[in-house]
């Protein structure tokens, strides 16, 4: 019997096994931002213990990262915490990725462009979303602060060995039809906790049609599902999208890597403790109404009525869900109005990203009373919109165009959403006061946050067209 990429990946990274307890495993990479690392220092320096591999960890700021005037930090707790984590690396000689550096940016969207992100590694950070990495044929999993420390102080984790599901997705994605679409399809038709113990392997002709980009925003959100990570296997796209990154090896070095990432290819016979099959041709433009992304819906349908839920506890959920969000039962997706559009976020604030949503608003203006902010993934991701014409695409539409960092997916900066205002937003998480108190946000796609901001409320981009002429 052959076997998964996550099992070939997993075995090469055992340091030590013993019957009946999590495995130690090997971490190639630790990524570190300003939230969740100051206490795993202070642990370090508490037992007077050296960082094992300095080499082998990188720092960035992002969560708490100002959008506008970001050297003029106002916040007294976003201030301590990066100048803390300034100061650790400093300390303990870790390469950083300062407010000033180009390479700044959120750490999920640097990983990769840097080429820090590369197969067959295992990489970790103090970040839910690390499950990002995946799209690059690595094993990448959100750690807890303690974690952090050990991985700091040791270049290892304690880890029980994951199960393994199969999710292929096949057919082809219809016109308007994105990556965000798939993932919020998924789980809408599986819920939230349909990977939980697993680590899903993405796979069938849609996931290899689909762009590096694509990828990312797949695995990003697989954590949404309960994965503890996700993984897909890397092919000619992703060495393509390596060749040339900074932390990558050139030449000859580079050769040899590919013919070593191209054995983590999954074998033919392998097998997995379960698998989901998902037709690339049933999914529509989907639009999350609820407060978890389960809650979505396609864009052309409406939201539940209460007497369509099977047990009574998803029927008191979703009743929940309609006072949080202001909404009723049976109201259709197009009638929700919006008044704030977020374009951001570690899944969806990369170049392309920024293009498909270009692309809808060039040339008109955002309807009146709503307020749009785009913020790339990075400041080499500002610096190419900026030198194509996408900033100016965004500005002359009445949109607002930021510098990079998270921003409006967490309230854990300046950029918020105001209590029972509803928000068309490209991020991750639509829980109860994630965006800030009473924030009401829906998840979709770019394209689709950009129409939204266009007419104030839900459209269908597969009829935008139309709707124009």
Known sequence: MGNTIIEKIWEKHVVHREAG??????????????????????????????????????ATMDHNVPTVNRNQIVDPVAKNQMDTLRSNCLEFDIPLADLDSPDQG?????????????PGMTI???????STHGAFG?????????????VLATQTLWQAKPKTLKVEVSGSLGPGVSAKDVILYIISKHGVKFGTGYVIEFCG??????????????CN????????????????KTFTYLNGRKYVPEGDDFLDNILEWKQLESD??????????IDGNEIAPMVSWGTNPSMTAPVNSRVPYLSECDTEAERKAVQRAFEYMGLEEGQQITD?????????????SRLEDLRAAAEVIRGKKAAAGVQAIVVPGSQNVKKMAEEEGLAQIFMEAGFEWRESGCSMCLSMNADIVNPEEHCASTSNRNFEGRQGAGARTHLVSPQMAAAAALHGHFVDVRNLAAVEV
Do not use: W
């Not at 690595?138 to 050990?150: C, D, N, P, Q, R």
């Not at 097998?271 to 989901?276: F, G, H, L, Q, S």
């Open 336 to 348: 929700i109005n919006v008044t704030k559009v977020f374009i951001g976020s570690c899944t969806n």
């Open 268 to 277: 033919d016979d392998a097998e997995y403790d379960n698998a989901i099959e």
């Open 205 to 218: 002709d849609v996931i290899k049609n689909m762009s590096m980009e694509e990828r990312m925003t797949i």
């Open 21 to 58: 307890k999590p495995d130690l495993v090997y971490i190639d990479l630790h990524l570190v931002h300003e939230v969740t690392s100051p206490q795993a220092f202070s642990g370090l320096r508490m037992k007077n213990r050296p960082v094992r591999r300095s080499d082998l960890t990188f």
């Open 124 to 130: 970790v950070c103090g970040d839910s979303h690390t």
């Open 106 to 118: 959120i750490v999920h969207v640097i990983g990769p462009e840097l080429g820090l992100t590369k």
């Open 221 to 236: 959100m697989s954590i949404e599902g309960g994965a503890k990570a996700s993984i897909v296997a890397p092919d000619d």
């Open 138 to 150: 690595s094993l990448a999993f959100g750690i807890g602060t303690s974690e952090v420390e050990h």
